[in-house]
């Protein structure tokens, strides 16, 4: 597929021959007919879906600078981010890649405004993020960002429909945007005809799409999702990725995203190889 040849963008130190190149390429199973379809109701419905008429704004959205992250554990210092410089630019898909514990899954905590470095700045669409209330960060993560979660975050009693429509509720969107948004969403996931079901009716790979649905819903700028193809076999993943993509170009949404997974490499704008709290 086109999106599976996408020129990778990865950080000067970390080098890729050809060879892994092809080998991570080719643990991604061809998508079957589900697959096809999936991506008949993205394109058909995307299609539709024209981006806000809004003068894009230049520059880059987020921008983190010597950041460090301490954590005091029985009284001693825990070095967590030791000296973290990067850079994200609009539209782009961005990967945070290593191994458990190399500090990816706090580098994303820090960005979303969930946690506060130690030092450093963290400075998002103009904004200095490190220096902000909690209530403020609090503010501009509503609104302007969306998360994604490796469990989901799905109410489960709530269909898929109810579940993103909980997501406007939150954001404070005006009621009778709901119905439109909400349709409108689960169709670019490929889940218009699934979206009166419940999460335990749905496959792993579409409680994902309703999880994405449900984190673009309010029009954010930066979605933050933390191994979302963590619970997905590799056919789901590519689907997970293809959806990416197209709501890159067609939400104008920049996607910031963990993964510890090789195969899906090849589709991100830039990635940032991360071990013991630093890019290596």
């Known amino acids: ?19 892994e190149e092809s080998a991570a390429a080719s643990q ?21 879906v024209l981006p806000s008429e809004e003068p894009e704004a230049t520059g880059p959205l987020l921008t983190v600078t010597g950041v460090e992250r301490v954590f005091q554990v029985a ?33 994303l905590n820090l960005i979303g405004g969930l946690d506060q470095p130690t030092k450093g700045e963290i400075w998002f669409d ?15 993560r509503r609104r302007d960002m969306g998360f994604i979660f490796q469990a989901f ?26 119905k439109k948004r909400v349709t409108e969403v689960l169709d670019m996931v490929g889940l218009g ?5 419940r999460p335990f009716e749905l496959s792993g790979g579409e409680q994902q799409r309703v999880a994405i649905a449900k984190s673009i819903a309010h029009r954010p700028k930066l979605l933050l999702a933390d191994e979302p193809t ?13 959806v990416f ?4 170009q067609s939400e104008r949404v920049t996607i910031c995203m963990t993964t510890h997974d090789p195969t899906i490499l090849e589709v991100a704008d830039h990635v940032y190889e991360m071990a013991d709290g630093r890019f290596g």
Do not use: C
């Open 75 to 107: 009284g001693n210092p825990l070095h967590v981010l030791k000296g973290i410089d990067a850079q994200i630019e609009r539209r782009q898909l961005v990967m945070l890649r290593g191994r458990s514990g190399s500090g990816k899954t706090t580098l």
């Open 1 to 19: 597929m086109a999106w599976l040849r996408k020129k990778r963008s990865v950080s000067e130190n970390t080098e890729a021959t050809a060879e």
């Open 245 to 248: 993509q197209h709501i890159i």
């Open 153 to 178: 975050a799905l109410m489960p009693m709530l269909s898929a429909y109810e579940n993103v429509e909980l997501s406007l509720r939150m954001a404070k969107v005006p009621r009778g945007e709901w």
């Open 28 to 48: 991604v199973e061809t998508p079957n007919s589900e697959m096809e379809s999936v991506e008949h109701n993205v394109n058909g419905q995307l299609a539709q």
């Open 230 to 242: 963590a619970e997905l076999d590799s056919q789901m993943s590519a689907q997970i990725m293809a």
């Open 193 to 197: 005809k699934r979206m009166h079901h």
């Open 126 to 140: 103009g904004q200095p993020f490190h220096k902000l209330s909690d209530n403020k960060r609090t503010a501009v």
